[in-house]
T-cell receptor, first 112, second 115 residues
């Protein structure tokens, strides 16, 4: 597709529940980035992929967060045992070169 | 790592006026500088970008200037319209290593254009 697609648009979870977010990058783009946007507009980098390989995972709280980009499937970001502070909007972006990054509409996660 | 500072945090202008938003960055190896516009409830939209081998780039009413020596870059919007109202972010990617491409964003500028 010509736009990055993210599903679902909204996700509500009770604390401790699992949450799984999906991202379909623009066709032909080999890089995928995940960012978390919290209050006051702050963006936090989580993880990046080059094709199906993890490129940089320095932003991921690894004990609860995991992510995958498998061939012929949407990329996914999974949070095990969600916490209140995970409430945020999660964006993925795809890029042909790791420079120009095109963002999806985001998934708003609310943890109650 | 990269540190990006953006000013002002809010900017209010009258329709037709110009708006300027400034950013500074810390990593002298950075060579690509995008600007994003984010409307309420939407994802950031890439509106213009500049590479370090040029000092200015224009696209209709928007322009970006880059001063590599001073490590700052600016977004200029001329003849502002109410639909320009949004939050604008500058960003700079990490230039090398395994963090290549990872964007560090500025703090955002809330631009309000009054009719």
């Amino acid at each position: 597709g010509e736009e990055v697609a993210q599903t679902p648009k909204h996700l509500v979870r009770g604390e401790g529940q699992k949450a799984k977010l999906y991202c379909a990058p623009i066709k032909g783009h080999s890089y995928v980035f995940w960012y978390q946007q919290v209050l006051k507009n702050e963006f936090k980098f989580l993880i990046s992929f080059q094709n199906e390989n993890v490129f940089d995972e320095t932003g991921m709280p690894k004990e609860r967060f995991s992510a995958k980009c498998l061939p012929n499937s949407p990329c996914s970001l999974e949070i095990q045992a969600t916490k209140l502070e995970d409430s945020a909007v999660y964006f993925c972006a795809s890029s042909p070169s790791a420079n120009e990054q095109f963002f999806g509409p985001g998934t708003r996660l609310t943890v109650l | 790592g990269e540190n990006v500072e953006q000013h002002p945090s809010t900017l209010s202008v009258q329709e037709g006026d110009s708006a300027v938003i400034k950013c500074t960055y810390s990593d002298s190896a950075s060579n690509y500088f995008p600007w994003y516009k984010q409307e309420l409830g939407k994802g950031p939209q890439l509106i213009i970008d500049i590479r370090s081998n040029v000092g200015e780039k224009k696209d209709q009413r928007i322009a970006v200037t880059l001063n590599k020596t001073a490590k700052h870059f600016s977004l200029h919007i001329t003849e502002t319209q109410p639909e320009d109202s949004a939050v604008y972010f500058c960003a700079a990617p990490h230039a090398g290593g395994t963090s290549y491409g990872k964007l560090t964003f500025g703090q955002g500028t809330i631009l309000t254009v009054h009719p």
